[in-house]
């Protein structure tokens, strides 16, 4: 049979254009593969504290309250220990004392490192009631090696489901991410980044937790994880310091720093967010007080935040003067400009200019100039009585409060 050129010519350019729509299809399928694998998802209930070593009143003090004060009930893990630690105190008495010493009575101690103990029902009656659990520092792979996938796992998960708070420093806190950096000895006998076991509990999805970070000069050590494992967030906490993560974003508490590995560069000299080019390995710290979006990968300053849209009638709601409770000739008025709900700080003859304010859910608004947040209370009738003036940390002593004078 005879083909003519132009039947051939046509034949061939069908061909490369469907290959070249192949090509762009797999390239997309990659790219939307990647951005799933590019965010992180933290406990949907509950919260976690990741200490990168040493624990501050702070810290102490976070976790007492979120566990629930005097009616938490703690269980803790102590598997990480080696079994030296554990033979010096057989019935972790000393450790015990720990927790006694900061207001907690109600304590049981869980620990096995047989998998098949783990995994059973009656070895995982303590966490059935828990609101909180401990996971002592020691070598993380122990606590990976006879809990993951058990029962113990699931029931760790479901402390958090029923809103309670999941502690760790050191070891107790690579084990909470999914990647389980330095999960054991390199062949040279060296604990790096990268180890076997290589799997963490998961509370916080495709993420790797290092801690004692900069005190060790561990800094650099991450841009080795991330070469063989793109899709992960890098967070490498220092001693005395620690992230508590409440859904998908986590806010920094203690003395020093917690740096980000999230192929961007963040500096609060500028305020902007600047993407890295492929290959740059760079990183940002944070400090006491900051905030971080795990879903979006990006600090969380006010100035991204996206404001949710109120009625109008919903803004008047907050219209009226507020009182400082510990002063006369202090206080803030609540008005509308523009169909914009503004706060003016008034102190006696002083008058500043109004600012803007957004809603950022029900009774809660935030200023974009600055780390300012305002939270709305009401009364048994829900009418509001009041609000707390705070900065962006989460414990600071200086919050405002403002007693509603006039409507």
Not at 44 to 51: D, R, S, Y
Not at 57 to 73: H, I, N, P, R, T
Not at 268 to 281: A, M, R, V
């Amino acid at each position: 049979m005879k083909i003519d050129k132009f039947s051939l010519n046509i034949s061939k350019i069908l061909s490369i254009f469907s290959l070249l729509i192949l090509i762009f299809s797999c390239q997309n399928t990659v790219n939307k593969s990647k951005k799933t694998q590019s965010q992180s998802i933290g406990p949907t209930n509950g919260a976690l504290l990741i200490g990168g070593g040493g624990i501050t009143d702070e810290m102490w003090k976070v976790f007492y309250d979120l566990a629930g004060g005097k009616s938490a009930k703690l269980v803790i893990i102590p598997t990480a220990f080696d079994e030296n630690s554990i033979n010096y105190d057989p019935e972790f008495k000393i450790l015990k004392r720990q927790f006694t010493a900061r207001g907690f009575d109600d304590i049981q101690f869980m620990h096995t490192r047989d998998t098949l103990v783990a995994d059973s029902d009656e070895f995982v009656q303590p966490l059935k009631t828990a609101t909180a659990v401990w996971l002592t520092g020691g070598r993380q792979w122990r606590t990976a090696d006879t809990y993951l996938d058990t029962k113990t796992h699931l029931e760790l998960k479901n402390v958090l489901k029923r809103s309670g708070i999941i502690g760790g420093h050191s070891a107790g806190a690579s084990i909470q991410a999914s990647y389980l950096a330095r999960g054991g000895r390199d062949l040279d006998g060296n604990y790096k980044i990268i180890g076997n076991p290589e799997v963490g509990f998961g509370f916080v999805t495709n993420t790797a937790f290092d801690q004692h970070h900069l005190d060790r000069n561990r800094q650099y050590d991450m841009f080795e994880l991330l070469k063989i494992r793109p899709e992960l967030l890098g967070i490498g906490v220092d001693e005395h310091t620690a992230i508590i993560v409440q859904g998908n974003e986590f806010e920094v508490i203690g003395d020093k720093y917690v740096a980000i590995y999230d192929q961007t560069f963040w500096s609060p000299y500028f305020n902007e967010i600047d993407t890295l080019e492929t290959g740059k390995d760079k990183f940002y710290v944070l400090k006491n007080g900051d905030k971080y979006n795990l879903k979006e990968r990006r600090v969380q300053r006010n100035k991204f935040l996206k404001p949710k849209d109120i009625t109008s009638n919903e803004k008047k709601e907050y219209l009226g003067n507020y009182l400082f409770e510990k002063s006369k000739v202090f206080w803030n008025n609540i008005i509308i400009e523009n169909d914009t709900l503004k706060f003016q700080t008034v102190r006696r003859n002083i008058v500043r200019d109004p600012i803007p304010i957004y809603a950022y859910e029900k009774d809660i608004f935030f200023d974009t100039d600055a780390e300012l947040w305002f939270h709305f209370e009401r009364d048994s009738l829900g009418k509001i009585n009041g609000f707390d003036k705070k900065t962006h940390k989460f414990i600071d002593g200086l919050n405002q409060r403002f007693n509603k004078i006039m409507e």
